[in-house]
């Protein structure tokens, strides 16, 4: 009887669906207007999958946020980068919500991190204040809505996580409302030949497929002929009614013959594995298209652990004479289903598409450490640095090393190392390791200088080579003059910018006093707000130091009045 029950609680907790694991409708909406999302949990994105949804703000700035449920706050992070000004609540069911991009803080959390600026004499902070120090109520007016950090237009990123793990879980099994009844859209289908031996419609490399939409609105691929151990990927985007967003899916089935060969969906995943997102894509074609290929196989370097349902890690192999019907279903949290049928014929025929081993004098061992040596630099990948083993291309140069292309993923940091011996002492002061980009131009990767050798770590493959910044930052004021009366300003606005190596630190004082400037590297903009302080002089005297990264360095100084 015992065993019974026991048996059958365990049967229950195993058919749960994601949504009944997760308090419904305890927490409230974040934004006083409809919720309209700019971006999707899970959402494929440059290294990492997205950690929460982006709700739209009419373009707007400075809406209200609000507190989805009463908590208290136990992190507060200002950051030009990442997240900007970003709030962390937790609740006491265990799960804390996350409010990123702010503009600014609430009257009491905003005077709260204010204080902590003006002790560290910062703009970017983050403080983890006592539990219950800082205490909001559901509904109360948390923050107000921005675009600061690495936000490129006016939008809430929201989270919620488990307070214990740190696990971001969709916000959307919460109960959220969100109008959608659009099915996901299917772009692209590809066939891959996986084991040695395998042919995908007489190609034995990655091959796109055609399939056309049926009159009861799924899709149907054009037959195919293959042999050996094969799989497929797509690339698709999910569009929610009342927008005209392109975001992600939330899961994906594959069977073949009607059973399940692989199934992922993006209920939770951690922050930890989130990288492996570039074992989920074709990388190589995302290097050379900007466009994500989801796999429907799982690589044996991939340790994501968003599969339900993996058999022979969705690898299906075709044997000749036999037939296949193989089903994907590509599904958004709603329910919404594009359903594609894809029938493969097993049958042996000429390669007309052979592989291509681009085969190079290097090779990378990729459970081992490698070391080149680039004649200018020598780089060092540490053991799993990469996914799987590969012939690298390398070229040598004078002061520039081209270190492969960015069609290989590195999953950990490796080092560059520039032999600066030549240089005179005097003139290494100028000098930094910079990445080329797309157009040539130099990038700025944080230099370590040592006696004859500046170092850089980066995940990036690509060209690097030493550039030389001479010219110091500029500093201009935007919205005054010198010896103008600003009584009636409530802020002080400067754009500052560096041409090569980049911004490194600003500072400012009134009167000699140390004055918290905000700083949007967007926008190149410094700005003082008159309410921090309360000046006991008619004359100021302001002054702004700005350093680039190579250590350049440029003075500002103004006097205005104010009463
Ligand atoms: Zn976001």
């Known amino acids: 009887m015992r065993l019974y029950f026991f048996g059958a609680l365990f049967i229950f907790s195993q058919i749960l669906t994601a949504q009944e694991k ?14 309209i999302l700019a971006g999707t949990f899970g959402e494929l994105r440059s290294n990492h999958f997205h950690s929460g949804i982006d709700i739209k703000t009419q373009r707007r700035q400075g809406l209200p946020v609000l507190a989805i449920a009463d908590g208290t706050i136990t992190r507060i992070k200002v950051s030009q ?21 702010l503009q600014k803080f609430g009257p009491e959390i905003e005077a709260f991190i204010k204080k902590t600026q003006y002790k560290k004499q910062s703009y970017e902070v983050e ?24 936000s490129s237009g006016p939008h809430l990123h929201f989270e919620i996580r ?20 659009t099915n996901p859209s299917l772009v692209g289908l590809f066939g891959y030949p996986l084991s040695d031996d395998a042919i995908v419609n007489q190609s034995a490399k990655k091959i796109q497929l055609n399939f056309s939409k049926r009159p009861d609105g799924t899709f149907l691929a054009d037959k195919i002929t293959a042999i050996g151990t094969i799989g497929f990927g797509f690339n698709g985007f999910d569009r929610q009614d009342m927008a005209a967003n392109k975001n992600g899916v939330y899961s994906v089935k594959q069977t073949v013959n009607g059973k399940v060969y692989s ?68 599904s958004d949290i709603e329910g919404n289903d594009t359903k594609l049928s894809i029938p493969v014929e097993g049958k042996r025929e000429p390669i007309k598409i052979s592989k291509s081993d681009k085969k190079t004098d290097d090779f990378i061992i990729a459970d081992k450490p490698n070391n080149f040596d680039l004649g200018a630099a020598k780089v060092y990948f540490p053991s799993s640095t990469f996914y799987e083993d590969f012939y690298i291309d390398l070229k040598k140069g004078n002061d520039t090393v081209s270190i492969h ?15 600066v011996s030549k240089y005179a002492i005097a003139d290494r002061k100028q000098l930094f390791i910079a990445r080329l980009d797309k157009g040539m131009e130099p990038r700025h990767s944080k230099t370590y200088k040592r006696d004859g050798s500046f170092t850089t770590r980066t995940r990036t493959l690509g060209t690097y080579t030493l550039a030389k910044d001479s010219i110091s930052p500029t500093i201009n004021a935007r919205n005054f003059k010198e010896k103008q009366w600003l009584s009636n300003y409530s802020y002080l606005s400067l754009e500052i910018s560096d041409d090569l190596s980049g911004i490194n630190t600003f500072s400012a004082t009134l009167n000699g006093e140390w004055i918290l400037m905000e700083y949007e590297p967007k ?3 410094i700005t003082y707000n008159f309410d921090d302080k309360i000046l006991n002089k008619t004359q100021c005297d302001l002054k702004v130091v700005v350093t680039d990264n190579v250590g350049n360095s440029s003075t500002f100084e103004c006097t205005f009045f104010r009463k």
């Open 22 to 35: 997760y308090p419904q409708n305890v927490f409230q909406s974040p934004l006083e207007i409809p919720l």
């Open 81 to 101: 980068w990442g997240y900007g000004k970003v709030l962390y609540v937790a609740h006491p069911n265990g799960y804390t919500s996350v409010y990123a991009h």
């Open 127 to 150: 403080v983890f204040p006592d539990y219950g120090e800082l205490k909001v109520l559901k509904g109360s007016t948390i923050a107000y809505s921005g675009n600061t950090g690495g």
């Open 162 to 181: 488990s307070s214990v793990t740190e696990k971001p879980t969709n916000p959307l099994l919460y109960g959220y409302e969100i109008r959608d009844a």
């Open 263 to 330: 199934e992922y969906d993006f209920e939770t995943f951690s922050f930890g594995e989130t990288r492996y997102i570039n074992t989920l894509i074709d990388y190589e074609h995302f290097g050379k298209f900007r466009q994500r290929i989801q796999k429907c196989f799982k690589e044996p370097y991939n340790r994501l652990a968003i599969y339900k349902t993996l058999h022979n890690n969705g690898k299906i192999t075709i044997k000749e004479g036999l037939s296949y019907s193989i089903e994907l279903l590509i």
């Open 405 to 419: 292309n960015n069609s290989v993923a590195a999953h950990r940091n490796f080092t560059i190392s520039f032999d």
């Open 523 to 525: 926008t190149k903009t």
